[in-house]
């Protein structure tokens, strides 16, 4: 693992020679004035800076993985990568908008919120992954709780920071900060929505019962953030479009929120649909009481059903078992028929008529089977 190695001695190497520059600084001047002056004076001072600051954020951002997630999953880091990749193109649209005003304190700024994004999407993931995995371990959950919200505290700080500094002097300030300031409050929005869909899953998860709406709801919140999203991308768009540039890259986050809010909106019109027509379904009571005689059993949870609803090829389950099947395939689990919420059962009498039918097919089968292996037998008594 050469790279391994070689990432402590680099930052090691890094460190000690922005060290060495500062130490030569506060030993040839006097005031701190004249310190920050000289520091500051020169370009190549500045690449040393900027290197320090990739190394610090680079060796946090491990310890942070190492901390909170334990080590990055594949399917994670492809999703990182492709989440870094938008993120730096539109920073390098930004530079376009900015041609003039770019510097390495701009750029600074820029690597420090790409850092923070990076947590924000890895912990989104995780606990999305966590959450679909069923996973009960308490320590993972409680430390990714942890950083959700020192992640909450961080995003709201900085957000009301800046309000303030903006509603103060926004004309006075400079683009970039400005657009630092708002990437800043989308994250508060991302954090804070995350962290609750989080929650109340985890909720769900230590219950053991499938909450029906969850879907629904979750969607509804999607729709409240990304509508959120929508506003702080518009503001930002018009503020600097007054200034008189155009902010291309906010163009393209602007058609990816559209983009989003109709999608959840969609899904919400779906997810509606789903939901009605599934409690539409006939309702099926077990036990004696209605004549059938035997006890229900629904082949989802491999419980015995009490109340259940019938598909329309009559085969019978759990509501709630129902609903977290119907997620994954639209087919009946037991005899894999495409699923139409629309049909009703067939009646019962129908249905008896097909189990025997059924009965009498495997009956057949299985007297042809013995007969066939007779008849093998037979034919060759030598072995
Ligand atoms: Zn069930
Ligand atoms: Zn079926």
Known sequence: ??????????????????????????KSQRTFFDIVIQLTASKLNLVIFLNCLVVVLTN??????????????SVESKFLIDKCQKKVFQFLLLTVVLRNSIDIYKVMSLIVILSIWMLHWLASKR?????????????????????????????ALVSYIFAVQFYK????????YIMVGFEFGRLLLKAVEDNFKYQVSLF??????????????????????DSGDFLINMKLFLF??????LPIYILSEIVDNLTRLAQSGHALYKWRQ?????????????????GEGSQLQCCICLGDIVTGKQLSCSHVFHLVCLRSWLIEKVECPTCRKPIQLDKQPQPAAERRRRAAGLERRIQQERRLHIRNAGGLAGADPGN
């Open 240 to 245: 600097i479009v007054s200034r008189g540039a």
């Open 127 to 155: 606990t999305k992954g966590l959450v679909g995995e069923e996973n009960r371990d308490k320590s993972v959950h409680a430390r990714l709780l942890l950083l959700f919200a020192g992640l909450t505290a961080l995003d």
């Open 274 to 290: 789903f939901i009605y027509k599934l409690k539409k379904l006939k309702d099926v009571r077990s036990s004696a009481e209605d």
């Open 169 to 176: 002097h926004g004309t006075k300030m400079s683009d970039i």
């Open 60 to 73: 946090a951002a491990s310890l942070m993985i190492y901390v909170f997630f334990g080590s990055v999953r």
């Open 204 to 225: 769900e998860l230590s219950y053991r019962e499938q909450w029906l709406e969850k879907k629904f709801v979750f969607n509804c919140v999607s729709l409240v953030f």
């Open 1 to 26: 693992m050469p790279i391994l190695a070689a990432l402590p001695i680099y930052s090691a190497l890094s460190v000690a020679l922005t060290v060495g520059i500062v130490v030569s600084a506060v």
